[in-house]
């Protein structure tokens, strides 16, 4: 805490009780705590924090708050600290209580309601801090303020006792420490990458906020605790570089707007690169919109619109009327990473879970922006915008010749029903929904899972080799490939409609399971990491839905005597040993078998450790923040190679990638 030393204690007068508005009561929020927090598993558990730094970084976006702290302690408690105001703990004349116990105990009770104390604001709509109280075990909050040490303690979201005096101090801010209910959480670990990606955002988004996170339960063997520290001088301009460290651009500089009208704050930058895939993303407020909404419905209008006007005036696309191609509002997005940053004073949000933006004054406002000032970029950059334009005609090329591919693939899939793959050995059940299919590494480990597996249920799809790294390749290529036109027809999905050609239709998915097992070794790795870049980038809604798994077979079979033990880990290897070693009743000498391929494993062992239902462990495939995951899926496929290396040496003692 020695880190807000000297901090100016004057208080900004225009912060007090009379600011904090009350909409209604907490009573809802421990009996269903997912209308509040999405759920109570590991998504969950991350989002009391994101909660409490989001109070934080209100601050901030009110230009009171410059430094943020993050602590994840040994028991799995957090404490947030920041060194904005402080949140008013004076005598709150309505509720009869202090204003800190209201803003901690009551929902929708908050200085965010309050248009003289927040311009704009994230969280969930002000019940932030106070549903983190209600579905923590114990909460304690201190406040610095006016050169008074305030504190008071709950439990279970009840005050212990009412605020009061701790003494004096030099300190300017809020100290938010909590532990989680675990009658409420199925799990309690904090992972520190998740929120440490997460504060690496809010650096990005929010230029000139320090942030910082350490994880005491990770001590190094000097003394210190892991930590990451950002901070972010340029804002969007490093985020989009930091996003496409992976891909190679077709552009010097990326193309920076910021700007304001009708009080709504609008920053975007976007640049082009040689992928065949579009990479946007949205915020709102700091909040990812990861299902766009009106603001990405203004981008993309005068883009398209934008260049669309350009290439005409210049003549550049006479090549494609005279092939007969038609150019779409996809071909200008191919390519294209973007980031929209807009601040909205009352933003609405299409469902609970703030993932589409709803005001409709907010499409018109981006549009006008975005469609001026890029004109005036092009003719400022003749150079940029030939290349911008000839990446659209080969986009446009392109799609046209994936289309052709693409309803090859389909048409097989819709006629007749024995378009399925000749090397699909199919399950008998028809119900989708407990139907799993398996996609195998290679023929020998696929035979070996035909005889292991319940072919009531159980589909297993071999596939040859390496599929292709669909993050380089050309869209007619991803359709042309073999072992991706079996996994299409084998999921019965089709892909790309008359009004998108990127749309998925999941209604005739013929699995409800579909299960990535490969060998546990580099190759198994490499061949896994293939197919999910391919579902990610062509098949996303089946992760999102959660459709997607990774077997787990394990890595050794210890045996000693008549005992045997299949284990996953070197761990797990260590601790076996050493109790069949310390066992007496075990005769015979110790015998470890390293797995290095599912080929390995019989028929038999193939089903009791990694396909019975019973006994398997499955890991479903979810995406904690899509904006990493591209950038992850970019850097790690793609044709740069620097980041790579930077990734594997930094990572590389985690046994497996987090996606």
Same mark, same amino acid.
């Given at each position: 805490m020695s880190d807000l030393e000297n901090k100016d204690l004057q208080q900004p007068t225009d912060y007090t009780a009379e600011n904090i508005q009350v909409l209604e009561g907490l009573e809802a929020v421990r009996k269903r705590p997912a209308m509040y927090i999405g759920d109570v598993s590991e998504r969950g558990l991350h989002h009391l924090v994101y909660e409490v730094v989001d109070n934080s970084i209100d601050e901030a976006l009110a230009g009171h708050c410059d430094h943020i702290w993050v602590t994840i302690h040994k028991d799995n408690s957090i404490s947030v600290l920041d060194n904005g105001r402080g949140i008013p703990t004076d005598y709150h004349e309505k509720e009869k209580r202090s204003a800190l116990e209201v803003v901690l105990t009551v929902l929708h009770a908050g200085g965010k309601f309050d248009k003289d104390s927040y311009k704009v604001s994230g969280g969930l709509h002000g019940v932030g801090v106070s549903c983190v109280n209600a579905l923590s075990a114990k909460l304690?909050?201190?406040?610095?303020?006016?050169?008074?040490?305030?504190?008071?303690?709950?439990?279970?979201?009840?005050?212990?006792?009412?605020?009061?005096?701790?003494?004096?101090?030099?300190?300017?801010?809020?100290?938010?420490?909590?532990?989680?209910?675990?009658?409420?959480? @199925?799990?309690?670990?904090? +992972?520190?990458?998740?929120? =440490?990606?997460? #504060?690496?955002? &809010?650096?990005?988004?929010?230029?000139? $906020?320090?942030?910082?996170?350490?994880?005491?339960?990770?001590?190094?063997?000097?003394?210190?605790?892991?930590?990451?520290?950002?901070?972010?001088?340029?804002?969007?301009?490093?985020?989009?570089?930091?996003?496409?460290?992976?891909?190679?651009?077709?552009?010097?500089?990326?193309?920076?707007?910021?700007?304001?009208?009708?009080?709504?704050?609008?920053?975007?930058?976007?640049?082009?690169?040689?992928?065949?895939?579009?990479?946007?993303?949205?915020?709102?407020?700091?909040?990812?919109?990861?299902?766009?909404?009106?603001?990405?419905?203004?981008?993309?209008?005068?883009? @398209?619109?934008?260049?669309? +006007?350009?290439?005409?005036? =210049?003549?550049? #696309?006479?090549? &494609?009327?005279?092939?007969?191609?038609? $150019?779409?509002?996809?071909?200008?997005?191919?390519?294209?990473?973007?980031?929209?940053?807009?601040?909205?004073?009352?933003?609405?949000?299409?469902?609970?879970?703030?993932?589409?933006?709803?005001?409709?004054?907010?499409?018109?406002?981006?549009?006008?922006?975005?469609?001026?000032?890029?004109?005036?970029?092009?003719?400022?950059?003749?150079?940029?915008?030939?290349?911008?334009?000839?990446?659209?005609?080969?986009?446009?090329?392109?799609?046209?010749?994936?289309?052709?591919?693409?309803?090859?693939?389909?048409?097989?899939?819709?006629f007749g029903g024995g378009g399925l793959p000749g090397k699909l050995w199919d399950c008998s059940s028809k119900k989708s929904e407990e139907c799993e299919l398996y996609l195998v590494e290679g023929d020998s480990a696929g035979g070996t899972a035909k005889q292991g597996r319940d072919s009531k249920f159980q589909a297993i799809l071999p596939l040859r080799g390496k599929i292709l790294n669909v993050e380089k390749a050309m869209p007619h290529k991803i359709f042309e490939s073999e072992e991706i036109k079996n996994i299409f027809t084998a999921l019965g999905v089709s892909i790309g409609t008359e009004e998108d050609s990127k749309a998925l239709n999941l209604e005739k998915l013929r699995y409800g399971k579909v299960i990535i097992m490969t060998d546990a070794d580099v190759d198994g790795s490499h061949i896994a990491t293939l197919i999910l870049t391919f579902f990610f980038r062509h098949l996303k809604e089946l992760i999102e839905f959660g459709h997607v798994y990774i077997a787990t077979p394990p890595l050794y079979l210890i045996k000693k005597g008549k005992q045997e033990r299949y284990v996953w880990s070197d761990k797990e290897r260590e601790t076996v040993t050493a109790e069949f070693t310390n066992d007496g009743a075990n005769t015979g000498g110790l015998h470890v078998q390293r797995y290095k391929g599912l080929g390995e494993m019989n028929e038999t062992q193939l089903w009791e450790t990694t396909m019975n239902p019973e006994t398997r462990t499955l890991r479903q495939v979810t995406i904690d923040n899509l904006t990493e995951a591209d950038r992850v899926f970019a850097m790690l496929m793609g044709d740069e190679v620097p980041p790579r290396r930077e990734f594997i040496e930094k990572n590389a003692h985690y046994a497996k990638i987090d996606i």
């Open positions: 304690r909050a201190e406040v610095f303020r006016n050169g008074i040490h305030y504190i008071q303690e709950f439990e279970y979201g009840k005050p212990v006792y009412s605020v009061k005096e701790a003494g004096k101090t030099d300190y300017r801010g809020t100290l938010i420490w909590f532990k989680p209910d675990n009658s409420i959480f @199925t799990t309690l670990e904090y +992972k520190f990458t998740t929120l =440490s990606t997460r #504060l690496k955002e &809010l650096a990005f988004l929010n230029k000139g $906020i320090t942030l910082e996170i350490v994880d005491e339960r990770e001590e190094k063997e000097n003394g210190t605790f892991l930590k990451d520290i950002y901070y972010s001088e340029e804002g969007l301009k490093d985020f989009i570089n930091y996003l496409d460290g992976g891909r190679e651009k077709i552009m010097e500089y990326p193309i920076y707007m910021e700007g304001e009208k009708d009080n709504v704050p609008v920053e975007i930058v976007m640049q082009y690169n040689t992928s065949f895939t579009e990479n946007i993303h949205s915020y709102v407020n700091n909040i990812n919109t990861i299902e766009g909404g009106t603001h990405l419905a203004g981008f993309r209008r005068a883009l @398209t619109r934008t260049l669309k +006007k350009y290439a005409d005036e =210049s003549k550049m #696309l006479e090549k &494609l009327e005279k092939q007969k191609i038609e $150019i779409s509002g996809d071909d200008f997005r191919e390519g294209l990473t973007a980031i929209i940053s807009v601040k909205v004073a009352e933003p609405q949000f299409e469902g609970q879970t703030k993932t589409k933006l709803g005001n409709n004054e907010v499409m018109g406002i981006v549009d006008q922006m975005v469609g001026e000032m890029l004109r005036n970029y092009l003719e400022e950059n003749p150079k940029d915008a030939k290349e911008i334009v000839n990446k659209v005609i080969l986009a446009a090329t392109a799609r046209h010749a994936a289309r052709k591919a693409r309803e090859l693939v389909q048409r097989k899939n819709v």
